[in-house]
């Protein structure tokens, strides 16, 4: 798995990056059942409808991890699995594994199999997906000379298992071609998110082109004047958009405060008795447990860790660490750090008041129908996530919107 997990988490466990794919995206808590007991198919129906307006073709892809096996491939329409071939050293390009979308206005209905992986969807123009030795090469926008940095697309990211599906809304890595994610539920209902207000799409890049500081020089365009995407700011710093000390002034001001006072971090809602006390000496913030041992420290972030979640705020999938590092990170993207000392903070009235936070997460979450998003990759802390789930799926949707 590549080092860089900024994709996003569904239960805590990161899609690796735009790299080189060698493991994808499962769920934590979400323990498989006996397989005779399962309610789950071993296929659901996807309905894939194009509500764009926009006149281009629309290629589908669904791209993953077969559960049963744990091997790397690709689903055709039908849900049939197909294992990706051998890659090289010199990345080869990969199958075909395009799925012809439906015009504006129409809806076709794919299967999906119990699969972890990505829905992409591009327009115009099919994706190019190569081979490497370690996996499938997936798009990485942030680097000028990727083949798909032209292309207009998306992408959501899922998990069905026999405990059900999760799918989700992602601007972890870019805000891009907009799209909503559904689920339908046993009684017939349907668990819907990842819909933009009306006038949101626009009104995002309106927000981020005001904002000073080099936050409009995350909008990519294409030489037509088409806006393609507007890069997360940790691709942004990496791609030279945005400054490297973008979020250092809110670091420095945390790392003072808690050098005099004491950080409580209570990880897991469901065990309020579990506490970490977490304090700056020197270069280094130490968190102890309620017996006083120190369990795990962190180096000061810069502002590329804070917005990856990951490097200085590593998040492995333990039971201390990580759960510290996510609400850490939640902490610092949404800049609540100084303002409560008693983390998580998962009321949404406090978050992105200071003036420096991570303004792109805010003003995402600021056009979204529901209010969530999956702004970094942590966004799940609180439950502020664009995430559906049910345990017995009966059909899930993507519904692509107008860009208005």
């Not at 439906?102 to 809806?107: E, H, I, K, N, Y």
């Not at 904002?211 to 020089?217: E, F, H, K, T, V």
């Not at 850490?328 to 998580?344: D, E, I, K, M």
Request: glycine fraction near 10%; aromatic fraction near 10%; charged fraction near 15%.
């Amino acid at each position: 798995m590549s080092p860089r997990h900024r994709r996003t988490r569904i239960r805590l466990i990161p899609l690796a990056a735009a790299a080189l794919i060698g493991a994808t995206v499962t769920v934590v808590g979400a323990s498989d059942p006996d397989p005779a007991s399962a309610a789950v198919p071993a296929t659901i129906p996807l309905t894939f409808t194009n509500n764009s307006a926009r006149g281009e073709q629309v290629y589908v892809y669904n791209l993953g991890t077969e559960l049963s096996t744990g091997r790397q491939g690709w689903a055709d329409a039908n849900g049939t699995f197909h294992p990706w071939p051998a890659g090289g050293s010199t990345p080869v390009p990969a199958p075909d594994a395009a799925i012809t979308g439906p015009a504006t206005g129409r809806s076709i209905t794919i299967r999906m199999p119990k699969f972890s992986g990505r829905i992409y969807f591009s327009y115009g123009q099919k994706l190019v997906f190569k081979l490497a030795t370690g996996g499938l090469v997936q798009p990485a926008v942030q680097n000028p000379s990727d083949p798909n940095r032209n292309i207009l697309f998306n992408w959501s990211e899922y998990t069905l298992n026999d405990s059900g599906l999760w799918i989700n809304s992602t601007q972890v890595d870019m805000v891009s071609a907009p799209y909503a994610v559904g689920v339908k539920r046993p009684d017939g209902t349907v668990a819907n998110t990842g819909r933009l207000k009306p006038g949101g799409y626009r009104g995002f890049y309106d927000a981020l082109r005001g904002q000073p500081g080099g936050w409009a020089n995350l909008i990519q365009t294409r030489a037509d004047g088409t806006v393609l995407r507007a890069l997360a700011p940790g691709h942004g710093i990496e791609a030279g958009a945005l400054p490297s000390g973008v979020m250092n002034d809110y670091i420095n001001r945390v790392w003072t405060k808690y050098a005099t006072s004491t950080l409580t971090v209570t990880p897991f809602a469901n065990q309020p008795s579990v506490k970490y006390h977490g304090r700056v000496s020197g270069n280094v913030m130490n968190f102890t447990n309620s017996a006083g041992a120190v369990v795990t420290s962190f180096q000061k972030p810069d502002s590329d860790s804070v917005f990856g979640c990951y490097k200085l705020l590593d998040a492995p999938n333990d039971q201390v660490r990580g759960p510290i590092s996510r609400t850490l990170c939640a902490g610092y993207n949404r800049s609540t750090l100084l303002t409560n000392p008693n983390q998580p903070d998962t009321s949404s009235a406090g978050f992105y008041k200071d003036a420096v936070t991570n303004h792109y997460s805010r003003k995402i979450h600021a056009q979204m129908a529901d209010g969530k998003a999956y702004g970094f990759a942590f966004d799940d802390v609180g439950a502020h996530e664009s995430l559906v789930h049910d345990g017995d799926p009966r059909q899930a949707y993507i519904t692509l919107d107008p860009f208005d």
